[in-house]
């Protein structure tokens, strides 16, 4: 296990059929260089996983480290099975519905092999709409360099939630596999946070990982997660309790950095909350505006954008938003800096 330089760890709930056409789309010609950590969070569908993964392994000159967790672990602490559980350098999250992008994961063990200091790489990844559209998220222009810090951690916070593609150094993270955050969905973003605040990062202007507009939530079957959310959907009540595991983390980070994260990150991503305003709006008018009465009260109110945002939902509706922003940023060519 020494000459493993990555780890492609995959916390895995269900989903057979998806978890095998992931592991179809890790291509590198580099072999010997990647492992692959899938950890089965003991899900219902486990045994139809074990058959996927031992058919995969059967055509596959990749390492596979194949794991049954004895209990149902939630998605957070299967995140720091996933790291147990890895041998390589450097981690890659993926989720087992999403997909790596043809050729970019050669280019990105290329990176990663010249720029062995780093300690996090923010990726740039498509996302595939229903109707077939593929929207690029990157968030500069070319590859980008940032030094340890409050300003990096602040950066690299909100582009980081979408776990697929998130890559960080594995011996960074083994003094941080903590419980404070289970249930919260958000673990990898103390990992981030933690080591942004003091190793130097980048983001890799290659689309690494795709995700498709598809699917339907596994989350609220563990312990740790029964509590907060209703496996299935994506109600107002979980969304609320999801986005409130942000700040969770911010404060802890807070109190034991004496920073004041809390109030930037909430300004940065009340300028960018359009995603997380939209995935409440087709449940209708009164819903909707229920769920933003309760997001003012965590505090995300504090940009113009914002209240942008939620007037052109209430007028044009999710579908014309979404197809506006997705133009806007294929002309921008990035994420607009607001």
């Not at 296990?1 to 760890?9: A, K, L, P, T, Y």
């Not at 890559?167 to 249930?183: A, H, N, P, Q, Y």
């Not at 940065?268 to 009465?293: C, E, T, W």
Request: charged letters at 25%; glycine letters at 6%.
């Amino acid at each position: 296990m020494d000459n493993i330089f990555i780890s492609i760890c995959i916390p895995n709930y269900n989903r057979p059929d998806e978890l095998l056409r992931l592991l179809k789309t890790v291509d590198s010609i580099q072999t010997d260089k990647i492992e692959i950590v899938i950890c089965e969070d003991k899900s219902p569908k486990m045994l139809e996983v074990r058959g996927k993964v031992k058919s995969f392994c059967e055509n596959t000159l990749y390492q596979v480290n194949y794991v049954e967790n004895e209990v149902n672990l939630g998605f957070d602490k299967n995140l720091r099975a996933c790291i147990l559980n890895a041998h390589g350098k450097w981690v890659i999250y993926m989720g087992n519905d999403d997909e790596f992008v043809p050729g970019a994961l050669d280019q990105l063990i290329n990176f990663l092999t010249e720029h062995e200091n780093l300690g996090y790489i923010l990726k740039s990844h498509y996302f595939i709409h229903k109707n077939g559209k593929k929207e690029r998220f990157r968030y500069y222009d070319g590859i980008k360099y940032f030094e340890p810090g409050l300003d990096t951690y602040i950066q690299m916070f909100r582009k980081s939630v979408f776990i697929s593609g998130f890559t960080i150094r594995k011996e960074l993270t083994e003094s941080l596999l903590k419980d404070d955050f289970d249930g919260t969905l958000l673990f990898q973003l103390y990992l981030l946070a933690e080591v942004c605040l003091k190793y130097p990062a980048a983001y890799f202007d290659v689309p690494l990982t795709q995700q498709y507009d598809e699917g339907t939530p596994e989350f609220g079957n563990a312990a740790s997660e029964k509590a907060l959310y209703t496996p299935g959907s994506i109600t107002v009540d979980n969304s609320i309790k999801f986005l409130s595991g942000y700040f969770k983390i911010t404060r802890y980070i807070d109190e034991k950095h004496k920073l004041n994260s809390t109030v930037l990150i909430a300004k940065d991503m009340s300028k960018y909350f359009y995603p997380s305003l939209a995935i409440q709006r087709n449940k209708g008018i009164s819903s909707f505006l229920k769920y933003v009465k309760e997001l003012n009260r965590l505090g995300f109110n504090v940009s113009l954008y914002y209240y942008i945002y939620i007037g052109a939902l209430l007028i044009f509706g999710k579908n014309i938003c979404d197809n506006t922003i997705r133009i806007l940023k294929n002309i921008i060519g990035k994420t607009p800096k607001l």
